[in-house]
């Protein structure tokens, strides 16, 4: 593994734990050459995953990204780190474990919504005021009705 900071190839690996869910490897790593320390993460790949897009482009999964819109949607809500790490790796995991190469992104964005409906309510609407565009209060309106259990 190379260093981040001096680009050295030859590191050291001082310390590996899992992960609290046991999906992923945190290895504490040293650099011989310039004495800086760092941490990385080693997870387990079942396939490449491809996203066709809306307009049908076709590129690689990011899980960076997924789990970045997770934690805006989440963002000052009582849910932990560990928690948004959790829900993360559970995506991804149903995701790979759907056997399909290339996954639209609308049925990740269903995933996401369905998963964030069972964790936060207020995340759940963050989510797909973004994932569905909202344009105006009545389009929050209608889909809040929706929320609603009938009277």
Do not use: H, W
């Not at 990204?65 to 809500?77: G, M």
């Amino acid at each position: 593994m190379r260093c981040p900071f001096c680009g050295e190839a030859d590191t050291q690996v001082k310390d590996s734990r899992p992960t609290e869910d046991g999906s992923a490897i945190r290895r504490r790593r040293f650099c011989a050459q310039c004495s800086q320390r760092f941490t990385t993460i080693e997870r387990v790949q079942l396939r490449e995953l491809v996203v066709v897009k809306a307009d049908q482009r076709r590129v690689p999964f990011d899980r960076d990204k997924l789990a970045r819109s997770i934690r805006i949607a989440l963002r000052k809500r009582p849910v932990d780190d560990e928690r948004i790490e959790r829900i993360v790796n559970g995506i991804v995991r149903q995701l790979e474990a759907s056997g399909d190469a290339e996954i639209s992104s609308t049925q990740i964005g269903e995933q996401v919504m369905e998963t964030l409906k069972e964790v936060d309510p207020i995340a759940y609407v963050r989510f797909a005021s973004v994932y569905r565009d909202f344009r105006e209060t009545k389009d929050f309106r209608n889909f809040l009705g929706a929320m609603e259990p009938p009277k």
